[in-house]
């Protein structure tokens, strides 16, 4: 019996040894977090091998990353692909599905997307552009001169049958250039002092009515027309594809990206989540240390036993 014991003490112990020894390796990949001393003095394997090279393993992730498995021709062909193509079109077509059916206001609608305050402040700047431009398409002499000489000719056509007109038909054309320059010059001033006020009334009415209404009702009759801008972000999706996706990755710069998140991630986070991650494969190195360690063990004792 003690013969059987004193045979197998060797592999036991081999097996246990090759299974702590590399549970010890495994954890000193990852441990101790920092450098420590004793006085001046630096412990050696401090920190361990993966927070000492935290940095040059950072920029190398950041590299592979950024070159080998996110450059711009991998992500060209995953953007561009049919079915990233087909889920590009099946979401715009949901969305006019969704519009054309929408009963919200179309206000109701974009507020939904930014808030009231940024949808209040974005309403009164166009508002404002437009009633500049309209007023100053206005607030020019030439708008009173067009009124003027229409008004001129509606009158003498509305009086040419009447005796009072044919009676004006021989005086009308003395009289009707300083009329119209009267005309013209009231119509001017008129625009000038309210033309202001009046585009305003005007537009906040007519944007009023639009903010009001549903976005179904907006859309109804214009299928053809929204069906055309689908077309034309689908082509324009194309189109920053393939001319904008290398300047936009060389902005973003993923592979200094990922080397700074790495860098700032918690080590005993990190450790954490290669450890689960790697759970069976890191369990079944140090079953293969003990098994290393046992058939060391059994060589050893029978090597002893043949000398």
Not at 101 to 111: D, E, H, K, L, R
Not at 117 to 131: P, R, W
Not at 210 to 222: H, N, V, Y
Request: charged share 20%; glycine share 6%.
């Amino acid at each position: 019996m003690l013969t059987i014991i004193s045979y197998l003490i060797g592999p036991v112990v081999g097996g246990i040894i090759g299974g702590f020894t590399n549970k010890i390796a495994i954890r000193m990949l990852f441990r101790p977090y920092k450098e420590h001393h004793i006085g001046p003095v630096h412990i050696p394997f401090t920190p361990g091998i993966i927070p000492k090279e935290k940095e040059r393993l950072a920029q190398s992730i950041g590299q592979m990353v950024g070159t080998e498995l996110l450059n711009s021709e991998t992500l060209a062909q995953t953007l561009l692909s049919p079915e990233m193509e087909s889920k590009v079109a099946t979401t715009l077509d949901n969305l006019i599905s969704r519009m054309l059916t929408n009963q919200q206001s179309f206000q109701q609608f974009i507020t939904q997307y930014i808030s009231s305050e940024q949808f209040g402040q974005a309403t009164q700047s166009i508002k404002a552009d437009i009633v500049q431009a309209l007023y100053a398409k206005l607030d020019n002499p030439a708008v009173g001169e067009k009124v003027a000489t229409m008004a001129m000719d509606h009158l003498a056509d509305s009086q040419s049958n009447s005796f009072l007109g044919r009676l004006g038909t021989f005086a009308l054309p003395m009289l009707r250039a300083p009329l119209e320059r009267k005309l013209a010059s009231l119509v001017n001033g008129m625009l000038h002092e309210n033309g202001k006020q009046i585009v305003t009334d005007l537009v906040d009415q007519e944007l009023d009515k639009l903010l009001a209404r549903p976005i179904a009702d907006l859309c109804r009759g214009r299928e053809q027309f929204i069906y055309q801008i689908r077309q034309a972000l689908i082509s324009a999706y194309r189109q920053m594809v393939s001319n904008n996706l290398p300047r936009l990755l060389a902005t973003l710069d993923i592979q200094n990206i990922v080397a700074q998140r790495i860098n700032a991630m918690d080590m005993r986070s990190m450790e954490q989540m290669i450890v689960s991650t790697m759970d069976k494969e890191l369990k079944a190195l140090v079953w293969f240390g003990v098994f290393l360690g046992f058939i060391m063990g059994c060589i050893t004792t029978i090597v002893n036993v043949l000398m």
